[in-house]
Structure formats: C-alpha cells, structure tokens
C-alpha cells in the first residue's frame, strides 16, 4: 500500500506564492518520475510539472514555466512544487503523482485558490 499525501495548498491572491508538498509513505519498488498535476472544475485534469528520477530532468507546462519550480527531496521520498506569480487561472485542485513502471500512484489533492 503506497499512500501519497499532499500539503500546502490555500488561498492566495494573485501576485502570491504557496509551496505544495507531497510525501509517500510504503513501499515503491521503482520510481520512474514524480510530478504536480491539476485539474479545475470542468477541466481535464493537465500536467503541471514533472520531474524524473534518473537525470532529474524537468518538464513543466506552457503556461507556468518561469513561474513554477519543481524538486525532490535527496533525504527522503517526497517532491515539492514552488509556485510564484499565481495568477487566478491557477485555481484548481493539485495532486501529485508517483509514477512507477507503468503504475501512477495519486495523492487525493490540494486546493489552491487565487484570487483577482
């Protein structure tokens, strides 16, 4: 059983910054790749940012790049997303994602709220 739990999220107002956090806890043969998705209401759920175990190689989403920033913890499985310049746009809920082979492991997701 692998449990992914998420932390950080609130309401902001636009111009702001929040850090979201996402701890796993169990046992993770492999991680390929970790990453931040969202999803708004009436939206399909969009990739944020994501970031791979071998390499530590970035990807992030057109519409936060310069603004998002995603990294790992070296002493412990967890990943972070830094998000400055929030823009109202941005309001969705976030779930971060573990994947491993072909399994995603989701998190139950954190509000971010931002306000005009």
């Known amino acids: 059983q692998v449990q992914v739990v998420e932390s950080g999220g609130g309401l902001v107002q636009g111009g702001g910054s929040l850090r979201l956090s996402c701890v796993v806890f169990g046992s993770i043969f492999s991680i390929n790749a970790m990453g931040w998705y969202r999803q708004a209401p009436g939206k399909q759920r969009e990739l944020v940012a994501t970031i791979t175990t071998s390499g530590g190689r970035t990807n992030y989403a057109e519409s936060v790049k310069g603004r998002f920033t995603i990294s790992r913890d070296s002493g412990k499985i967890a990943v972070y997303l830094q998000m400055n310049s929030l823009k109202p746009d941005d309001t969705a809920a976030y779930y971060c994602?573990?994947?491993?082979?072909?399994?995603?492991?989701w998190g139950q997701g954190t509000q971010v709220t931002v306000s005009p």
């Open positions: 994602n573990i994947r491993s082979g072909v399994t995603n492991n």
